[in-house]
Nanobody, 126 residues
Framework: QVQLVESGGGLVEAGASLRLSCAGSGRANGVMGWFRQAPGKEREIVAAVSWNGRNIYYADSVKGRFTISKDNAKNAVLLQMNSLAPEDTATYYC?????????????????????WGQGTQVTVSS
């Protein structure tokens, strides 16, 4: 199993930006996604990117504000979050799928991923 480590969370005011980073160990070059989980709610997909970086999915709630990108050479995936709002407050998790995938597919279900980070907290104050 690939180890994933997130960084970049924090406490910001509404309208601010944050960039989350997820680094993988070893051969961590797969299909990547970011999920988030707010207190009392289910973990939900935020964004996902195919192995080749060409196909990207965004949840409707973050379209136009968040950008996912991956750097295969560094085994890393980034989530740039702009115009943050209080409803974006959650623990953000990096997820990876490192087997049985095609170069152009992304995945939006939790069950599709085989590796998870520990999560990083993002808190947006109003």
């Amino acid at each position: 199993q690939v180890q994933l480590v997130e960084s970049g969370g924090g406490l910001v005011e509404a309208g601010a930006s944050l960039r989350l980073s997820c680094a993988g160990s070893g051969r961590a070059n797969g299909v990547m996604g970011w999920f988030r989980q707010a207190p009392g709610k289910e973990r939900e997909i935020v964004a996902a990117v195919s192995w080749n970086g060409r196909n990207i999915y965004y949840a409707d709630s973050v379209k136009g504000r968040f950008t996912i990108s991956k750097d295969n050479a560094k085994n890393a995936v980034l989530l740039q979050m702009n115009s943050l709002a209080p409803e974006d407050t959650a623990t953000y998790y990096c997820a990876g799928r490192f087997s049985a995938y095609s170069g152009s597919d992304y995945y939006t279900l939790k069950a599709d991923y085989d590796s998870w980070g520990q999560g990083t907290q993002v808190t947006v104050s109003s």
